[in-house]
């Protein structure tokens, strides 16, 4: 298997990398300034951290999406490119929250990168609350869309939500609560559920997710459910008692989250996510820019399940 070199890529957050059907690796992640969107492209993964980088949208100078604009992810459905993002109309906290909400990016072109990229609209969740961390994946037909969301109802800042999609903004049922922040690890700083990344793999729909603060508290946690079942069903998934990757003090990695999934070349999986090397984060960890984008291999248990590991 390849050797990668860490961090693949430095101060970007939130990393989302795919490979296309055309062959190239593309990579967009959070930039330290929070106010557009990047997008770079390689034939190989190694090549990512010095190919050009493209800033394809940037934030408007106000209304409801003109700041912070957090984790975007780039997908191919209903035949267009599409990315997902988060943002918000200021940086002011409400009732101790941001006022994110979740966004569609769409174009038609070939190369995304090349892309004329033009606003879809909101994505409507049938909650008017606090939501970001968007993601995509397809699955016996169905085109499923899984965020994060604070229920007014449910106590912490935000857990985790699925549904089927009609189109790229509109929901095609309503949204189903998976997980909520019920474990000591997921409440460290914060109660938090968000991030969620797909990996279909040994007859398991697998979702990993980051839990608590962003400072050296951040974690992976795991849900999964049965290939074959109702994936709209909550009673159907079930979370691991542990997470699956922590802060490791030997390595000097800190904070791992907020992860996606891909292959190398030769087919092995990936987990791509971002980390710090330090802990001494001075005032609000979302203002330290030096989370950067790390990738280790994924190894799985005698049950099927991501295997809990070491940062790398």
Not at 98 to 122: I, S, T, V
Not at 270 to 293: E, Q
Request: hydrophobic share 35%; glycine share 6%; with cysteine.
């Amino acid at each position: 298997m390849m050797h990668y070199i860490n961090p693949l890529i430095n101060q970007r957050a939130d990393p989302h990398l795919s490979l296309g059907d055309d062959g190239y690796y593309y990579f967009t992640a959070s930039v330290p300034e929070y106010d557009r969107i990047e997008l770079r492209r390689a034939r190989h993964i190694t090549e990512l951290s010095c190919a050009e980088t493209v800033d394809i949208w940037h934030a408007p100078s106000s209304g409801p999406y003109s700041s912070l604009i957090w984790a975007p992810e780039l997908h191919n459905l209903f035949d267009q490119w599409v990315i997902y993002f988060a943002a918000a109309p200021n940086r002011e906290i409400v009732d101790g929250l941001f006022q994110h909400r979740m966004y569609a990016l769409g174009c038609h072109a070939e190369n995304p990168c090349n892309g004329d990229w033009k606003l879809l609209g909101q994505v409507d969740s049938g909650i008017d609350s606090f939501c970001l961390d968007a993601t995509h994946f397809k699955h016996h037909g169905k085109s499923f869309y899984v965020w994060a969301q604070k229920d007014p109802s449910i106590a912490g800042n935000s857990n985790l939500y699925i549904a089927t999609l009609k189109t790229p903004t509109w929901l095609d049922s309503p949204a189903v609560c998976l997980s909520v922040p019920d474990k000591s690890w997921e409440q460290q700083g914060f109660k938090v559920n968000e991030g969620p990344a797909i990996l279909l793999r040994n007859n398991k729909v697998m979702i990993t997710y980051s839990a608590s603060a962003t400072d050296e508290n951040y974690c992976i946690g795991l849900l999964w459910a049965d290939t074959r079942s109702d994936l709209l069903d909550p009673n159907n998934w079930h979370k691991l008692d542990d997470p699956i990757l922590t802060s490791s003090v030997e390595r000097e990695i800190y904070g791992p989250g907020h992860n996606s999934f891909t292959c190398d070349e030769q087919g092995h999986d990936l987990m791509v996510y971002h980390a710090r090397s330090y802990t001494d984060i001075k005032g609000d960890p979302l203002w330290d820019p030096n989370r950067h984008t790390r990738i280790k291999h994924v190894n799985y248990g005698n049950d099927g399940l991501i295997k809990p590991d070491l940062p790398e």
